[in-house]
């Protein structure tokens, strides 16, 4: 299967991608993350203004078999959410990387954090080795 | 993991897989939703070839299957099938199975993960009964054909004149030209359809036929994600959710599948009681009010935060447009309109006991 990875992005091996627009980052789930999960009926997203840690789950996405946990990819307070997705969660599979992003984040260490995350190059390889486990 | 004769198939087909019951089998083909109506609207096949099948044979199969199974198995005329259950001593359920009554043997069809232990419980009881046990599950392929176009479909690809099979009926006949073939109206979608049972050499070539055949009715191959949402809707029992060893059946609202006065089972006695005294837990149907989805496992709670019970299966079913659940909540609260809380990651949501089914099941009887 083909999976849209663009190459401006950086991803966390937990498939949420970041990126940095000046001081403050856009978070959202990959294009394989959604395929995986299928239909997305549902998303919670946290309070602007919660604090997170780097890993730390921030919102859940549901399709109609299962909750998934969405994880922050880096440290931060949440600046924004997108709370469309609340009412049209599906939306996380029509457009993951552009309507379908779930919160704004201001970092609290990009610096130290932001070499955790991969590159478009790397998180393919990583999606491919997840794909070949099964 | 075992897999089925058409895995090859399925993943050059475009199928996500998953692990169920120890099989690597097909969970959605284009999505959960798409396969889901296209099953109640036009037509759905799916492969459940990792469901189990023994064969009874003997003089005293019916003494045997009376012995072991709840449902009264002498009102399963020869051509016809029917649902029944397995039980322990304390009631328990050790299955639930479908019994398919053929010319020279009794079809038990069991549960993927349950076929080596239902096939040890029916050789252990099978002591003092002239029967031979066979399990075929291995060598078997088993289709469901299910939907509105299922009939019409089937008729193109079969000798047997489907449109005279009764509701539950069960016949031996040939597919696509020169396949032999047990064909029933059975099924585990609340639509109208079709089980297939055929050796697994054909498998192929039934599957592509029947696909190629049904694809003007709007026939779409169907993962386990939808048959999940298909069952759930008509509240059809799934062993490991509804119903288990801790679970008896008149909690799961399966006393109807118990005939107490057709003489000594296993777990009779046991059950006797229980349907005496009253059963302490009920099934109940939930509909979430406040925002969230129920899953297996979560707790039930009152609204003063009390735990009562616990989700068996959840989810936003597809054809209500709702997120509904099946609970075991304690007996005093399965009344219709009771506000009970679902608690979901640790935030109880509210939720009211509504009326099951959720969907009116459309067997063509």
Partial sequence: MAYNTPDDLRYAKTHEWVRVDGDEVTIGISDYAQQALGDVVFAELPSVGRTLSAGEPFGVVESVKAASDVYAPLSGEVSAINEALLDAPETLNSDPYGEGWMLKLRPSNLEGEQNQLLDAAAYTQHTEDEASKH | ?????????????GAKTVE???WDMPVQYTGIIEEHQATRNAAGLFDI??????????PDALRFLQHIATQDV???AEGLANYALLCYPDGGIVDDIFIYHLPHCYLVVVNASNVDKDFGWMQEHSQGFN?????ISAATTMLALQGPKAEAILDR???????KLWFHGVVEGVLCGDVPAIIARTGYTGEDGFELFFENAYAERVWNSLLQEGQADGLKPIGLGARDSLRFEPKLALYGHEISDQINPYEAGLG???KLDKGEFIGREALQRIKAEGPRRKLVGLEMIGRGIARQGYPVATPEGETVGEVTSGMPAPTLGKNLALALVRADLAKLGTELDVVVRNKPVRAVVVKTPFYQSRYKK
Avoid: C
């Fill in chain 2, 1 to 13: 993991m075992k897999r089925t004769p058409l895995y090859d198939r399925h993943v050059a087909m």
């Fill in chain 2, 20 to 22: 169920f019951g120890g």
């Fill in chain 2, 49 to 58: 070839s990792h469901m189990g099948q023994i064969n009874v044979y003997g």
């Fill in chain 2, 74 to 76: 002498a009102t399963i």
């Fill in chain 2, 131 to 135: 029967v031979q046990l066979e399990n």
């Fill in chain 2, 157 to 163: 690809v079969t000798d047997v004149d489907v449109t």
């Fill in chain 2, 256 to 258: 109807w599948v118990v």
